[in-house]
């Protein structure tokens, strides 16, 4: 797969104004047959930006769905087990995207947010429909490749490509940085 240049040095994030946003990291997604990258490694990879963004008192938004309509939601539908942590901001979804319905920007810029930064699965469902949005709504993208997976190696292949580098901008978890306080 071909990542987009990273060559040049990556704007630092203002932790006061910035957000990462992880979607449907729920036990019974991450389960799933996923490519590139198994569901559990997208997930270790989200829980160390986690504690890098909440080190660095940026917010931690955990998107998860629930279907529409059924007395009881599926076997692990809740949050991967650890995932969240008190202060974060979990969003209950009934679409693919995670602002329709929710509140979730309103939440956002009560706190100030200016900038997302995003994982999750899949890569060109969930994430890529809650990006679309926050577009939309004037948000800045910053999109985290190796913290996503999808259900063809193609499919992701194609937001981290094509669509993502439209929106903002494609980075690894290694790139990820703060401004110094």
């Known amino acids: 797969m071909t990542v987009p240049d990273t060559s040049e040095p990556r704007p630092a994030l203002d932790p006061a104004r910035c957000a990462l946003v992880l979607v449907d990291l729920m036990d019974?997604?991450?389960?799933?047959?996923?490519?590139?990258?198994k569901g559990s490694d997208v997930l270790v990879t989200a829980e160390e930006l986690a504690r890098a963004f909440r080190s660095a008192g940026a917010l931690v938004v955990l998107?998860?769905?629930?279907?529409?309509?059924?007395?009881?939601q599926p076997p692990g539908s809740g949050l991967a087990?650890?995932?969240?942590?008190?202060?974060?901001?979990?969003?209950?979804?009934?679409?693919?995207?995670?602002f329709q319905g929710t509140g979730l920007d309103d939440r956002l810029r009560g706190h100030g947010v200016t900038t997302l930064v995003f994982g999750g699965i899949a890569t060109n469902?969930?994430?890529?429909?809650?990006?679309?949005?926050?577009?939309?709504?004037?948000?800045?993208?910053?999109?985290?490749?190796?913290?996503?997976?999808?259900?063809?190696?193609?499919?992701?292949?194609?937001?981290?490509?094509?669509?993502?580098?439209?929106?903002?901008?494609?980075?690894?978890?290694?790139?990820?940085?703060?401004?110094?306080?």
């Open 81 to 98: 087990a650890g995932l969240a942590r008190d202060g974060d901001l979990e969003i209950v979804k009934r679409t693919i995207g995670g």
């Open 28 to 37: 019974r997604i991450v389960a799933l047959p996923l490519e590139p990258r």
């Open 125 to 181: 469902l969930g994430v890529e429909s809650t990006a679309r949005a926050a577009g939309d709504l004037g948000y800045e993208l910053v999109f985290v490749e190796d913290a996503m997976t999808a259900f063809t190696a193609a499919e992701h292949e194609a937001s981290v490509t094509l669509d993502f580098p439209r929106l903002g901008s494609v980075v690894r978890a290694a790139e990820v940085r703060f401004t110094a306080g």
């Open 63 to 72: 998107i998860r769905v629930e279907r529409r309509g059924v007395a009881e």
